[in-house]
């Protein structure tokens, strides 16, 4: 069956970086769209960034553009979001999510999810 598994979480000082990883299993990867979200206490789950098939295309969601990279090795099937100059309010818990179809920002076109990994950022 299909499994993500996300990794790299942890706790950083604000200003501080870190790289999540998305291990992809059960799946043809290179046919997916993949995307990273975010849940904090609270709130709902928001789009934070996601890559085509091949990674010809990136999209970021407005509060990380500039800070986060997102990327994907179709070889190895994984993806990886570098979060860099990190917020306390980027504290959350982050899920990677495969998409069947073309990559969307939209979490409800997503067919598989991660069980997510906690970041936390203190000021």
């Known amino acids: 069956q299909v499994q993500l598994v996300e990794s790299g979480g942890g706790l950083v000082q604000a200003g501080g970086s870190l790289r999540l990883s998305c291990a992809a299993s059960?799946?043809?990867?290179?046919?997916?769209?993949m995307g990273w979200f975010r849940q904090a206490p609270g709130k709902e789950r928001e789009f934070v960034a996601a890559?085509?098939?091949?990674?010809?295309?990136?999209y970021y969601a407005d509060s990380v553009k500039g800070r986060f990279t997102i990327s994907r090795d179709n070889i190895n099937n994984m993806m990886y979001l570098q979060m860099n100059s990190l917020k306390p309010e980027d504290t959350a818990v982050y899920y990677c999510?495969?998409?069947?179809?073309?990559?969307?920002?939209?979490?409800?076109?997503?067919?598989?999810w991660g069980q997510g990994t906690q970041v936390t950022v203190s000021s």
């Open positions: 999510a495969a998409d069947r179809g073309l990559v969307s920002t939209v979490s409800q076109r997503y067919d598989y």
């Open positions: 059960g799946l043809t990867f290179s046919t997916y769209g």
């Open positions: 890559i085509s098939r091949y990674g010809g295309n990136t």
